[in-house]
């Protein structure tokens, strides 16, 4: 055991050293051997995956036939199926209910009015019994008409109620569907990797190509993205039932179908419904994205702002999106973990549904005043805040005041961190990066990651992105870095104090859900475009997980252990350090872990403020509407985060087994 | 279906052709879709011309949709008319698309647009040899970062936009490093920012835009654009290299779905006929994002003002 | 107790791998203990035989690992044996199609598990009604029987409750009742009270003892704890990893342990206690005695009179004399 230990360690160190020398010797190497194809891979060795990619789909779009009806029927038939849902929804929060179309329409019916929506989230909310949230809910339905987001509000709310319902029905039954037969799982499993790690940008124009232009594109964009998860959650829930309780359905006589859905499904009602709120939060992280290919609301104001440099308007219909977040994961939230209490005496069908009944009685009282009061119809303009001045002449003054602060402070970041980093990614000759990464899998992973580490990273290489994909790591990694260096220690202190963790919560959720968009342009009048304001944005997304997962870590060690400690005469430091620490060590990698997957699918969107990545490649292939290009520079940052992730994973879960901790 | 729907429309036409007298002679009451981007000139130049469509009795609708993603939908017909394709940006894009006929290029708008570096006027007092490029070189230091120093920084457009910026420092021997913004929004997120603190600044500005309403600068008089200068490297100052002159100047297309020229042949000739110019557009927008002004308001005005103008173009 | 087999499972095998069933056949249906650990399979039972009689209690007792859950497992037919037979009332359950065996099930088993296995978002009564809810019995109907059931396992009051808000012994009372729905003629209870304090489990077998008494089921008990087969068997199976090792009444066991396994689980146990006269009893018949006893009376009931009177006749049911019991036969017996 000690032997292998050292000759681990002996090898860990020459294959650094070999590392370094390659980094600072590997040209001039090249060179002495007349062989620059080491250092850079000839542009005609690469493979033309996008051109062919882009040939598949035109056929798929143009002449893809099956007998009855072409590939391009059977999308729009799609669309057309959640098009009509979304249009009653629609017309009930946005629109009212129209006759005719375009400017000759008459609208026969109001839609709800703001008096309204609040009440039904007051009525939602009331179910929970907490007194708390009814409040938060409340203020955060009040805030979207005080603040003058009403229209474009309810227009992302519609496209969330049926975005989620539809994400979550596919998710349930796909998930279903895999914890059946054994094969589906196998190849469900990667589909689902690809459609949470290829940045949503690279497939948005076969979307639009596929399914029209419009909220329906939108919509299943949004679905794509947001539904994996529901599967996910689906299968771990089913898999972990207690067999017994399968077992008393089957002796109960159940047939297999009586046994899934009087059962199985009841039985993990809390677990999917956390697969549910997940849901909603990624449905909501999506609102910019959909409403650049026609989705329309707040994602659209945020966007519109951003051009007009209107940052106030940019803000407010950002912090839209995160009141109605909030609203919803805490709704959801609470709804999942609601106790189940006795129904000790019989109901009679008013009581049982006195709320609802309320409810229906004052949305139609409403509606009648609304039609002698405007109040009641529309939030009068004169109450309405606009705080737009107030933050421009926030950012004005810290630019004007601190600009220089700020720039030498990013210059000394910039040369002492990011850029070492970018020439040793840079530097490193391609053929042992790839060996190095092989070498890695294959520490933690034995064979089977191995040869994923290998086969990937050749792909890569043959795309013909390899200077990309070094940059992307290069972004990537500083920004994790510095993120875990501050959500580390906020971790830390979130999980030793409840009421930090009650702050940073806040805090935390709020960066998550705010469009990046929001702050895009603010970063950029502060430090310039480039890597630098990049990192800035990438930091400020991703820093979530690191501190969430270390809180979770530190918080949630045996208790016995604690105190196993404290007798045999640890301080709260040593405490922390020397079994705190270790033991959520496991946690925290898949902290990281999460960290690096936010980050490179911010990155993506950081291509918006001039960074030389995958993420431009991405950028660049939707804006010229090359499908190829952008799906084959998705696939590159697609397999980046899945090596990343497969090569963590399995470290956490070595480490986990070693202190026989699950 | 699309056709069954088709046959449908042509029934019902005939209907009212028939019954009810028709007043407009439009040929289908189905809305015709413009789109809208998130740029004020565009939003009043599809404004003016949906108010003009309306006239003429056309049901409309107004979708947004982004500059480039719109021409899936046009394609497919389920888009049909952008008012706004600059030629400068939208060039591959029209040409792309327009190739199999389902998207047609319905003429320009009779706007030019311009696209060139650009300077604040406060830049002046410290590069007086402005607007003229040889001033450049001798001022490179003033426009500077501690990135680039001692080279001048230039903000160029995203890379998609194209523009031939590092070609061109290349051919004029410029001291100068070309930055590329990824969006117009951080290219003016900078100027803005620059701006509030009076600090140098040099970047990729096009008009029609508000900024030059906005913001008090010049464009950067570069030898002229001619089509030898980006195609021989003998042209021009440098004898071995291209692109050794000013940008293209050039107009502001529309564009159209073929669908809307076999639907609604009238609106079509409507499109076809709408013009506007350069400077009438920069007072419109600078009407909406310096005083203030609706985009509505805006375009109502113009209506009211401008009656025998839109009037022959529906004729 | 007759003696017609409800239940006759025959040269039952169950090994867990890639494909068990060509391996036994490759290995003559017999493979070797070693063979098997080394050709990578798991063997959960190793060619099992037996026969369960109409209205007795059958108790198989082993420890954990030991195959016990897989036999009961695979005479309900949730676990399907590599080889063997398995006859429920002269049915082979072998070649039950999905739907029949649905029916058998809705109709002749009732099953109850060791950690309750209750449906969490059901009421008691929900639980309880719930084989005869998906066999598509009307509200009133079924709501009604299970009504009948709360009472037989006394929970009355507590019909709407969620399974959460009782107790372990309650909840095990809502197992147990929700097993006998369907008024099962064959009961499994797969060591129903083991997850319970030891004073819950000595009331909660009582009870048990009790229904049996009033129902007469036939009924396959699991257990690992010996005093419990004792307490309520009339027949008790000990496995051992997988392998039937001995089959007869707890007497038999006491008596004549098959091997050092069994006699391992019995030697601490208080057998004046558990057994009775018959099983030491000298089957002379000296008619001499003043005193007698009767055959089934237990050793430590009878204990003063032998060792005052020096010795005593035994009596069968019917009052005749069929052997006799000594001081020293006793007194040889409880030093042992």
Redesign the interface.
Known sequence: MQKKKLSNKIIFISLTVLTFFLYWYGKEIANYLDSKWLVKYPKHYSFPFAIYTSTFVKWLINDANFWLFTFNDLTRFFAWIIEQPYNIVLAIFSKGILKGQGQDAIQIMEPLSWISVVGIFFTLALYTRDKFLIILVVLSIVYLAVFDQWQSSMITLSSIIIAVPIGVVLGILLGILSYKSKILEKIITPILDLMQTVPVFAYLVPILVMFGFGPVSALIATIIYAMPPMVRTTLLALNSIDPQLKESGLMSGCTERQLMWKVLIPVSKPTLLIGVNQVIMLSLNMVIIASMIGAGGLGYDVLASLRRLDIGGGIESGIAIVVIAIALDRLSQSFANLPTLSKKTQKTFFTKYKKIIFLIFYIIGIYILGNFFTFFKLFPEELMINTSLFWEELVKYININYFDNLESFKITLLTFFMLPIKKFFLGIPWPWFIFIITIIGWYFGKTKLALLCLMMSIFIVTTGLWEKAMITLYLCGSSVIIASIIGIPLGIWAGLSSRANKILTAFIDTLQTLPSFVYLIPVVMLFRVGDFTAMIAVILYALAPAVRYTAHGVKNINNQIVEAALISGCSQRQLLFKIRLPLALPEILLGINQTIMLALSMLVITALVGTRDLGQEVYIGLTKADIGRGLVAGLCVAFISIIADRIIKAGSNNLKNKYGIK | ?KILKNKFNILLSFIFILFAQNIYAVES????KLTLH???GQLITTNIMAEVL?EAGY???L???????????L??G??HVAMEMWETTGR??ID?YTADGRVVNVGSTGMDAIEEWWYPSYMKEKCPGLPNWEALNDCAEAFS???TSPKGRY?GG???WGGYDDERVEALELDWEV????????????L??AY??K?PIMLWVYAPH?APSKYDGEFVEFPPYTTECYTDPSWGINKNAAYDCGKPRGPIWKVASSMLKDKWPGAYDAVEAFTLDSNEMGNLVAAV?LDGNTVEAVVAEWMANNKDRWGTWIK | MSLSPKLICKNVWKLYGDNPKEFLKSHNNNPDKEIIKKSGYIQAIRNASLEVYENEILVIMGLSGSGKSTLVRCMSRLVDPTIGEIFFENIDMGKLSKNELIEIRRHKMGMVFQHFALFPHRTVIENIAFPLEVQGIKRKEREKSALEIIDLVGLQGRENYFPKELSGGQQQRVGIGRSLAVKPELWFLDEPFSALDPLIRKEMQNEFLKIQNSLKKTIIFITHDFDEAIKLADRIIIMNEGRIVQIGSPEDLIMKPADDYVKEFTEDLPRERLLSVKSIMDTKKEPNNSSTVYEDEKIFSILEKVLSEGSVSVLDKSNNIIGSLNKETVSKFINN
């Not at chain 2, 009451?29 to 015709?32: A, L, M, Q, S, Y």
């Open positions: 279906m009451k189905d809305p015709i998130d740029w004020t309306k049901n409309i609708e979708v947004p949709a982004d500059y480039i993603a719109q021409f899936a939908g394609q497919t389920d888009l591959d894009a792309e970062t501690p990135e903000l995203p890379v998609t930055i590329h913004a990824g969006t117009d929004g951080a290219l003016f997120g900078e803005e920012s509030q603190r600090a508000w994002d």
